[in-house]
């Protein structure tokens, strides 16, 4: 975080600036780390990714209720 940004601004504000440049530095490496592997990486990614939410759901209706 830059030190000017500080000084411009409320603590609030100068925290969600803080949070907004730590997102964009990660999603640019995820984007890069994703970027450096072959192919087929990026075909089990995306199928991981879009069985996820279906596999949550799955596990949550077996699951022994309390």
Not at 34 to 49: I, K, R
Request: overall charge negative; hydrophobic content about 50%; glycine content about 4%.
């Amino acid at each position: 975080m830059d030190v000017a940004a500080t000084d411009r601004g409320t603590p609030l504000e100068a925290v969600a600036e803080a949070i907004r440049e730590s997102n964009e530095a990660l999603a640019a490496e995820v984007l890069q780390r994703v970027l450096d592997q072959p192919p087929a990486f990026l075909e089990q990614l995306v199928l991981t990714l879009l069985s996820a939410p279906w596999d949550t759901a799955v596990g949550l209706a077996r699951a022994p209720s309390t």
